[in-house]
């Protein structure tokens, strides 16, 4: 196992610091926003769904920045490399960029596992 926190470990600390201290501790909440948000999620932490300019399931790390992870799909073009996390929003009902996820999808920034 790792030493080095999970990059979702941040983005928890952002949202909430009291439930980044429940993560940290290995607590799990069985909410209804949980339950709905994993079969959401599970085609985008699904390597096989890889594709030639689309990789789903990126492991990263960065011992600069102290941290690792996975991003859900990291897209490729002859230029650029964009990352894309895939959020369900069952509280909101609409997608809206929040301050966590915009450090959770920075820290990957060129920290790409070879």
Partial sequence: MSELPPISLVAYQAFCPRCAWAEAMGETTDTHQVAA??????????????????????????????????????????????VVEHKATPIRRRPEVTQPIRVQVALPDGTLAT
């Fill in 37 to 82: 948000g994993i079969p959401a999620h599970t085609p985008a932490v699904n390597p096989t769904g890889s594709r030639s300019r689309r990789h789903q399931a990126v492991d990263v790390v960065s011992h600069d920045l102290g941290v690792i992870g996975r991003c859900d799909t990291v897209e490729l073009d002859d230029e650029a490399m964009t």
